[in-house]
């Protein structure tokens, strides 16, 4: 037994008959309060009815009473708002002195913590993926809906941190997203390296000048040398050499890019050379961004080619069969995805602007879903994967919760546990 199973039992009531204190009073749970995971009481605003008596406040709950003092809150006075100790064991009298002690052991179905157990030990993939397809499509759509919302919330730490470098221009910030959705993953961080040494600022005042914007790219990416032969990687070198005195940069190490294992259209180079049109293609591209309604409106203003160079090149000293080098589609709603839509919803929620976070949501049920390796084992289980919102959702409930054993955490792990709980007494 653990104190996160107990934990699960209170938040969600889960006892066979009503708590009675040690002192021999009932206890009504109210409201179970809010679940703490931070430091501090376990459940805070909890509301009880103890005895005759209403009662607000935290509760504290602990395996056996004696950890009240091995845990030292007898000493802190944080814990002087407790109202009530719940326990399993109750093995050390007056642990808590004046706080009521209540025991919960022989008062919850035992074959629900034997359900959790069985989730915990097995080595399926997700601990619940032989049985997820038995519940019910709307209690996985409401837990789908939270799960993206969630996805969403957590990239907005790092979208934050993003507003701290562009200092406050969420067109700063847009430059950072799409910067790092560039690099599809393998050049990522390169990419976000990039633009995090290449302030947007700087951008913003060459972007009418493709061939400026491009230097500036590649010479910060450290693909800019001497050593280049043709005309117009020459004329990009001499370009970035003016730009680098002028803006006291410094390039990135030419050799954190990777190109192995690479299709020749997603090489960093050619990824680059779209990244750069793109910033000269579209003027006030964030407004544009916030004003598109619908998704092929998106992926039209991702619209993105490489310049005339690129159509005979893949690298700068090696010439390719000619051919345009543009974003494809699939790539475009790949940047929408994972940079537009993240952003759309952060700047909602930062400007409590809730139909611009409903449009975010919405836009996402609007994009085929990502066929990848977890996406595929989830269609295998019986999950719907056809659309963004869902993939979007299920990739992140995989990370934080599946792989976390997060079960009881978990709208569709409580429901398989109470369920499994239920069939396996009979009820």
């Not at 004696?66 to 093995?91: A, E, F």
Request: hydrophobic share 40%; proline share 3%; net charge neutral.
């Amino acid at each position: 037994m653990n104190e996160a199973f107990l934990h699960y039992l209170w938040k969600y009531r889960l006892f066979t008959s009503a708590l009675i204190t040690t002192t021999g009073e009932e206890v009504e749970v109210l409201s179970p309060g809010i679940h703490n995971h931070n430091a501090g009481p376990d459940f805070s605003d909890a509301r009880l009815r103890i005895g005759s008596t209403i009662w607000a406040g935290n509760v504290e709950i602990h395996i056996n009473s004696s950890d009240w003092q091995r845990h030292g809150h007898h000493k802190d006075p944080v814990y002087d708002s407790v109202i009530l100790h719940v326990v399993l064991n109750n093995d050390a009298i007056d642990a808590t002195r004046n706080i009521p002690v209540a025991e919960i052991r022989g008062r919850f179905n035992p074959e629900v913590y034997h359900a959790y157990q069985s989730f915990l030990t097995n080595k399926n993939w997700v601990p619940c993926i032989n049985q997820i397809g038995s519940v019910d499509e709307t209690e996985i759509s409401l837990w789908l809906e939270r799960m993206l919302i969630e996805r969403l919330e957590h990239k907005s730490a790092y979208l934050q941190d993003f507003l701290d470098v562009s200092e406050n221009d969420w067109e700063g910030v847009l430059y950072l997203m799409l910067a790092r959705s560039f690099g599809f993953n393998i050049n990522a961080l390169p990419f976000e390296m990039l633009a995090r040494s290449l302030p947007y600022r700087i951008i913003a005042r060459h972007r009418d000048n493709a061939m400026q914007t491009e230097a500036l790219i590649f010479g910060q990416a450290g693909l800019l040398n001497q050593q280049l032969t043709e005309i117009w990687p020459q004329q990009l070198f001499t370009e970035y050499s003016f730009l680098r005195k002028k803006y006291q940069l410094v390039p990135l190490e030419g050799h954190l890019w990777r190109f192995m294992r690479l299709r020749p259209v997603n090489f960093p180079t050619i990824r680059l050379a779209q990244f750069a049109s793109l910033l000269c293609n579209q003027s006030g591209l964030f407004a544009a961004v916030v004003n598109c309604r619908e998704a092929e409106s998106l992926i039209h203003l991702m619209n993105s080619t490489a310049s005339a160079f690129w159509d005979t090149h893949y690298h700068f000293n090696k010439a390719s069969v000619p051919g345009k080098k543009s974003l494809g589609r699939n790539s475009a709603v790949l940047l929408i995805i994972n940079a537009i839509l993240p952003l759309l919803f952060v700047f909602g929620r930062a400007t409590a602007n809730d139909e611009l976070c409903g449009r975010a949501l919405t836009l996402y049920s609007q994009f085929a879903g990502e066929v990848n390796n977890i996406t595929r084992r989830w269609k295998l289980a019986g999950l719907d994967i056809s659309n963004a919102f869902n993939t979007q959702a299920l990739i992140g409930m995989k990370s934080d919760y599946c792989d976390k054993l997060r079960c009881l955490d978990c709208r569709i792990g409580n429901l398989l546990l109470r369920n499994q709980g239920s069939l396996m007494t009979g009820v």
